[in-house]
Structure formats: C-alpha cells, structure tokens
C-alpha cells in the first residue's frame, strides 16, 4: 500500500471549513484514498473514501488531484466535535477477492477546532 | 454510540493472569478484527477474521490468542503479557461481500488494558 504523508497538527475555528491536505505521492492506479478520524477516547470512524472523483458525503467532501499525488478532506463548517486525529490512507480496496482487509494508518493529523 | 460493543472497557491484569477481552457485532458483518493502539500512536492490525475463520495474523505474539466463536462474537484471550502490552485494545467488523464496493470498519471504543 502507498504510504501518506499529512501535517502533524492544524488548528481551525468553529464554523470555518476544515481543509486537511494528505499527499501520497506513490500512489498506483488501484488504490484508493480513505480517510478515517478517530476522536479521544474512541475507535476510528470512517469518513469517505474515492480513487480519483471528487466525493462528498453528509459528514465531508473529498478533493482528489488530477494525478491523484494529493488529497483534502473538507469539513464544511466545522465543530468543537471535529476535534480528532485524522487518518489519510491509501490502498486497493478489495484483498483476495473480498473486500476486507488491513488498514494501515499513519500518523495522522491532529485537528483542534477552536470556538 | 457505537455499533461494535467491547467488553470490558478497561481491565489490569498481573503478568500471569489470564484474561479475555471480547467484542460484538450485530450488524451481519463477516469480517472481525483486532487492533492495537499504543498512547500517541496509530492502531495497528492484529488479526482479521473472515466467516469465522482466521485470515490475517500479523505476526502477532502467541501469548495473545484470537477466537471468533461465532458471526457476531470475536474473543481476544491474553496469558502472560508483558508490561510492553499495555494498550489500546480495538475490534472493528465489516462486511465481507465479494464485491469492489468499499466496506468500511467500524470500530467499537476499545478495552484499555494495563499490565502491572
């Protein structure tokens, strides 16, 4: 799987949109783009995923570059809730046939969203 | 409130103590994992169970041994950690259609375990 890199730390203020910025420069064809966040205290959740169309879902948006070396989550207008660690992760979706399989999160970004 | 229920929330444990952590799942899902979680890091597979059957084992320590005794229920049994085991322990289950369609993990909050 392709290996991300995303900033340490960003902060944002409540009600502002939240770009997240993710690059995976080695990507391959295959493999898509998913992001999971995972607040204190709690397991991940997942957010959205694509491989090379913008989506949006009811909790994010997520922009894909046209050669696809480069992701952003979007978080609209976001919340004193969003605060959380947020994983970019890249990968084939499908393994053996199925489509489960292992998740390798990096390091993530710690979003702080201040009131 | 998550989908995926681990029990219990936390446990300590001596080095010779014998234990289990559990997790459950009552959403259809076929596929069940254990993840790792040290203080400040990301989670890291441990093993992935697929229609009951163990699929993926990441080279995990025997004295940590996975059961999925049934489609809803996923056992981690712990024997003789080490004080390095201390962690973050998460379940997470998805769907395991043989389709292309991404299905994503859901990940119950963990059992937090401390070895004394």
């Known amino acids: 799987d392709a290996k991300t890199t995303q900033p340490p730390s960003m902060d944002c203020a409540e009600g502002r949109a939240a770009n997240l910025p993710c690059n995976h420069s080695?990507?391959?064809?295959?493999?898509?783009v998913y992001w999971y966040r995972q607040i204190h205290s709690q397991g991940p959740q997942y957010i959205i995923h694509?491989?090379?169309n913008n989506e949006t879902n009811e909790m994010a948006s997520l922009i894909i570059t046209e050669d696809r070396k480069s992701s952003t989550l979007i978080l609209p207008h976001a919340t004193l809730r969003d605060t959380a660690v947020y994983y970019c992760?890249?990968?084939?979706?499908?393994?053996?046939?199925?489509?489960?399989?292992?998740?390798?999160f990096g390091q993530g970004t710690i979003l702080t969203v201040h009131p | 409130d998550t989908e995926v229920t681990q029990t219990p929330k936390h446990l300590v444990m001596g080095m010779t103590n014998k234990k289990s952590l559990k997790c459950e799942q009552h959403?259809?899902?076929?596929?069940m994992y254990w993840y790792k979680q040290k203080a400040k890091k990301p989670p890291e597979l441990m093993f992935v169970?697929?229609?009951?059957?163990?699929?993926i084992n990441e080279s995990v320590p025997s004295r940590f041994s996975p059961e999925c005794p049934n489609s809803s229920l996923l056992n981690l049994h712990l024997h003789a950690l080490q004080p390095e085991d201390s962690a973050l322990y998460l379940c997470?289950?998805?769907?395991?259609?043989?389709?292309?369609?991404?299905?994503?993990?859901?990940f119950g909050d963990g059992t937090r375990l401390s070895i004394l």
């Open positions: 169970y697929s229609y009951e059957k163990l699929s």
């Open positions: 997470a289950s998805s769907q395991d259609g043989t389709g292309k369609v991404y299905q994503p993990q859901h």
């Open positions: 959403m259809g899902h076929r596929a």
């Open positions: 080695t990507i391959s064809g295959n493999e898509y």
């Open positions: 992760i890249v990968r084939v979706p499908t393994a053996g046939g199925t489509s489960y399989g292992k998740l390798t």
């Open positions: 694509g491989l090379k």
